[in-house]
T-cell receptor, first 111, second 115 residues
Framework: GNSVTQMEGPVTLSEEAFLTINCTYT??????LFWYVQYPGEGLQLLLK?????DKGSNKGFEATYRKETTSFHLEKGSVQVSDSAVYFC??????????FGKGTRLSVIA | DAMVIQNPRYQVTQFGKPVTLSCSQT?????MYWYQQKSSQAPKLLFH???????NEADTPDNFQSRRPNTSFCFLDIRSPGLGDAAMYLC??????????????FGPGTRLTVT
């Protein structure tokens, strides 16, 4: 079956530090990959997505590249801000299946 | 703006007293989902509707039911809430699931407290 594994948190960084949150997946067929972000007390918001191998999704300074050879979709940002503090979820959908989520990674950015 | 709306944002109910959470969407999406989320864990899919076709997850308790009277609205009914049902309930929508690759759009969630 489909599954997503992402790095355990919490991750604590200083402002302007480089961020990487690792995500790997197992899926049948050709999945579409997503990163969602959840700010405290809110629902999930789509951060970025990639629908085929070698696609790069990007938004608000965040990037992730769909790597079929390593079955990975790592999230990166060059310089984090305090406002990036949130929980980040990696997710996939394959064929006609609903989203499968990773367990989430809590990011705290301190000034 | 087109969006997914959940009401109420906060709901308090008593142990064993039925409660209904509502979700509406202006996106005209075919598919609507209900998730349960506890303590910033990953959302857990309870069920989803593809148009009027209801799809229940195997491990969703019978205590949870859902109704979708039309494209725009979907309801989550908890028949006899227990303390373990206290959680954030998230509604989401997406376009045609069969074509794959479509992201889900989430509402802000309803936080349910059971006293």
């Amino acid at each position: 079956g489909n599954s997503v594994t992402q790095m355990e948190g919490p991750v604590t960084l200083s402002e302007e530090a480089f961020l990487t949150i690792n995500c790997t997946y197992t899926a049948t067929g050709y999945p579409s990959l997503f990163w969602y972000v959840q700010y405290p007390g809110e629902g999930l918001q789509l951060l970025l997505k990639a629908t085929k191998a070698d696609d790069k999704g990007s938004n608000k300074g965040f990037e992730a590249t769909y790597r079929k050879e390593t079955t990975s979709f790592h999230l990166e940002k060059g310089s984090v801000q305090v406002s990036d503090s949130a929980v980040y979820f990696c997710a996939l959908t394959s064929g006609n299946t609903p989203l499968v989520f990773g367990k989430g990674t809590r990011l705290s950015v301190i000034a | 703006d087109a969006m997914v709306i959940q009401n109420p944002r906060y709901q308090v109910t008593q142990f064993g007293k039925p409660v209904t959470l509502s979700c509406s969407q202006t996106l005209n999406h075919n598919v609507m989902y209900w998730y349960q989320q506890k303590s910033s864990q990953a959302p857990k899919l309870l069920f989803h509707y593809y148009d009027k076709d209801f799809n229940n997850e195997a491990d969703t308790p019978d205590n949870f039911q859902s109704r979708r009277p039309n494209t725009s609205f979907c309801f989550l009914d908890i028949r006899s809430p227990g303390l373990g049902d206290a959680a954030m309930y998230l509604c989401a929508t997406s376009r045609d699931l069969r074509r794959g690759g479509y992201e889900q759009y989430f509402g802000p969630g309803t936080r349910l407290t059971v006293t």
